[in-house]
């Protein structure tokens, strides 16, 4: 058995743009800059980033404890940057495939997450631990500067606050490490892909004891068309920090994050062709026609600040206090739907918005870790307290009635501002408030050695305040004020079974926003309602090592029900009243194999039942139909051979099954399976050539559906990556 640096043998399970990721670095002649690391044992069941799952690295998101996978009664998913790199995700979104049951979509004015039967508006999506309370803040991100993506399936508003039923996923930047390394990529593919990254971490100042300063930089550019007509995208993303040791058990880190992104004629979706009932249908001859104005827009500009203080006070006693600011502008300009006339001869285009929001966000929240003793047993405490401000002003201009009427086959069309009355100018429409101050706390206690009870419990004083920028009439008055105040918790139970092995079963609450979320909230949406809406989740579940070792696997089953499901008042349009309530039942299965040096194998696979236990629409009782754009399974399988120690081949499956594009079950898009294909050689000891096909099977699919439209997803496109460590 040889000993080598651990690097080439990350090297030789991930090849495909590892050399990219932080974890990896290649070891230098003495005098060199690359980090200095340690020397591992190579064994057949060395880590794999398309292998064993990883269960015993503490989640930030999971627990405040520190807990690991193992130790938390949850289901929770870690996607670390190996993975992210050994799977080529190009962005957040793709990122998420690695999540059981996850789907997602980009849509620009609608970005979707589900996730266990529940819609974005019950999906946590935070941003270093911080919940910006809107769901169109997740949009894509260019993957480079992620460390990792953690996510905690089910209730878990006693985590993050409210908005967080179906589950909770947090997007984790690169921050600084005590070491010095630099990395690069570059990327080149169809549609005129060409996108540029670099990182560096540097010492900056000390010689590496109390008194020294680390320094972090990652930059990334893209630039490419879309896959759709006259479609653009640009983006920049960088991410600067410092860490600092202070001595005497504290440290800082100072952390600045900027996203711009302008997307030029961006696509919003092909329209399905008449009858809009049963299996939904395109004309394949117009997959790749864009119906928006010629110079249609998506812009955002987004940016980050974050002060972390840390001390370790005691052996048993930590301290931690995190400021944070955020700022983002977004900007439409578009027009967004599209039908057929009742022949399939014409395209009727619809639905003129001129759009901006503008938010903004800043907040603290300190925390405490204790860990003692509740008289024989082992205990340890989290507390903390949070408190954040998040304000929103909308500028909505929308014309909904038709703009054109075009041959779907051969069209131009108009630029935004020669539709009729529509003329630019940004007015104000209301300004949206939201106060929430929560404090929280979480128990971790041995029953026995074998046994341990891992409770939270958080309590939140949400205050929404808006006022209209507008007319001021019945239906919109000047000011409103609503108050709310949940208080949710879990309860759980992790038993060790055997060595590597544990059962686990919890209960847990959450509360979302009545509909929705609060920091868009119209009028109609919380005039009648005083409270937030309700859910409740039990979970069974184990995780456990086998094969020697060679395998893991985490198998789960719950039930969530929510209540209060806002709906329509049948008397007043322009309210809405909590009388619904849904239910999702599921299981999921993830699984890591690593039987020999040369594979690697890792999966997951979710089924879940999904449905309205009680809602009327219209007058028309909706019990027992599926929310929409609800797959009830997803599959995911991802392969890796080593053919040598520098050469390796990948495969990615995943399916989706059909989902339904309206509350009534009346119309449904087919499941689809999509194919990827990768290879990556390993040039030298610091540089990785990539080359990969996605879709490669050209599927036709579509990721989002609704009740005249398909948003497709991409073509067959191809790439090839330069990675470069050093």
């Keep these: 058995m040889s000993r080598i640096p651990s690097a080439p043998t990350l090297g030789l399970?991930?090849?495909?743009?590892?050399?990219?990721?932080?974890?990896?670095?290649?070891?230098?002649?003495?005098?060199?800059?690359?980090?200095?690391?340690?020397?591992v044992e190579v064994t057949d069941d060395a880590p794999s980033p398309n292998g064993r799952l990883d269960l015993d690295t503490p989640s930030d998101t999971a627990s405040r404890l520190g807990l690991t996978p193992r130790e938390t009664p949850a289901s929770v998913t870690v996607?670390?940057?190996?993975?992210?790199?050994?799977?080529?995700?190009?962005?957040?979104?793709?990122?998420?495939?690695?999540?059981?049951?996850?789907?997602?979509?980009?849509?620009?004015?609608?970005?979707?997450?589900?996730?266990?039967?529940?819609?974005?508006?019950?999906?946590?999506?935070?941003f270093n631990g911080i919940n910006v309370q809107y769901s169109i803040a997740a949009r894509p991100v260019?993957?480079?500067?992620?460390?990792?993506?953690?996510?905690?399936?089910?209730?878990s508003s006693f985590l993050f606050g409210s908005g967080a039923l179906g589950g909770s996923i947090n997007y984790i930047t690169k921050t600084p490490e005590r070491s010095d390394f630099a990395e690069a990529r570059l990327r080149l593919g169809t549609q005129h892909l060409r996108e540029a990254s670099f990182g560096l971490n540097r010492r900056v100042a000390g010689d590496g004891g109390a008194g020294s300063h680390y320094a972090r930089i990652d930059v990334n550019h893209r630039d490419a068309n879309g896959w759709t007509d006259g479609t653009g995208r640009r983006s920049t993303q960088l991410a600067a920090s410092l860490l600092s040791d202070l001595g005497g058990g504290l440290r800082h880190t100072l952390a600045y994050e900027f996203q711009d992104e302008n997307v030029a004629r961006p696509y919003w979706g092909t329209p399905a062709l008449n009858p809009v009932a049963g299996t939904m249908r395109i004309d394949p001859g117009i997959r790749f026609k864009n119906f928006n104005s010629s110079d249609a827009i998506y812009a955002q500009r987004v940016q980050w600040l974050r002060s972390v203080t840390e001390w370790q006070a005691t052996d048993a006693l930590q301290w931690k206090n995190t400021f944070y600011a955020y700022d983002a502008l977004r900007d439409y300009r578009n027009v967004e739907r599209y039908r057929y006339d009742p022949g399939n001869t014409a395209v009727i285009r619809s639905g003129a918005l001129l759009q901006r929001h503008d938010q903004d966000m800043w907040g603290n929240r300190i925390e405490g870790l204790y860990k003692g003793r509740l008289g024989s047993a082992k205990s340890d405490w989290s507390f903390g307290l949070d408190f954040s401000v998040n304000r929103q002003t909308r500028f909505p201009n929308s014309l909904p009635g038709t703009v054109s009427t075009v041959d779907p086959y051969a069209f131009v069309t108009e630029r935004f501002f020669e539709v009729t009355g529509m003329v630019p100018g940004l007015r104000p429409d209301r300004d949206n408030r939201v106060r929430t101050t929560a404090f929280y706390l979480e128990n971790r206690t041995a029953l026995t050695p074998s046994l341990h009870l891992v409770t939270a419990l958080r309590h939140e004083r949400i205050d929404l305040d808006l006022v209209n920028r507008r007319t001021v009439d019945a239906a919109n008055p000047a000011t409103f004020h609503r108050g709310y105040k949940p208080t949710t918790g879990r309860i759980g139970l992790v038993r060790d079974v055997a060595p590597g092995a544990s059962l686990y079963a919890q209960y847990a609450t959450a509360a979302d926003p009545p509909s929705g979320v609060l920091s868009t909230a119209s009028f109609a949406d919380v005039r009648n309602n005083s409270e937030l809406t309700t859910g409740r989740q039990v979970e069974i579940g184990t995780k456990l090592d086998f094969w020697q070792g060679k395998g893991t696997a985490t198998l789960a089953a719950y039930g969530i029900r929510r209540q209060n499901i806002a709906t329509q008042d049948p008397n007043d349009s322009a309210l809405t009243v909590l009388v619904g309530e849904q239910s999702s039942r599921g299981v999921e299965l993830a699984l890591g194999l690593r039987p020999t040096r040369q594979w690697s194998l890792q999966g997951n696979l979710t089924s879940v039942d999904a449905r309205y236990e009680r809602f009327m629409r219209g007058g028309v009782s909706l019990a027992g139909r599926t929310p929409t754009n609800t797959p009830a399974m997803v599959a995911n399988l991802w392969v890796s051979y080593a053919f040598t120690p520098r050469l390796e081949a990948s495969l990615g499956v995943r399916h989706v099954s059909k989902v339904y594009a309206d509350a009534e079950n009346t119309a449904s898009w087919p499941g689809y399976t999509l194919l990827d294909l990768g290879l990556g050689w390993k040039v030298s000891k610091a540089v990785t050539v990539v080359g990969r096909i996605r879709n490669a099977t050209d599927r036709i699919h579509a990721v989002h559906v609704g009740s005249a439209t398909a948003y497709l997803g991409a073509p067959r496109t191809a790439d090839v990556s330069l990675c470069v460590a050093f």
Excluded: K
């Excluded at 743009?17 to 974890?23: F, M, R």
């Design 79 to 126: 996607v670390d940057r190996s993975v992210i790199d050994a799977r080529g995700a190009q962005n957040t979104q793709e990122i998420l495939r690695a999540i059981p049951g996850v789907t997602a979509h980009d849509a620009p004015g609608n970005i979707g997450v589900s996730y266990r039967g529940f819609g974005a508006g019950s999906i946590g999506q935070m």
């Design 13 to 39: 399970a991930a090849l495909f743009g590892a050399a990219c990721a932080p974890g990896f670095a290649i070891a230098q002649e003495a005098g060199a800059a690359a980090r200095s690391l340690p020397q």
């Design 142 to 155: 260019d993957s480079w500067i992620y460390d990792r993506v953690e996510a905690i399936g089910g209730p």
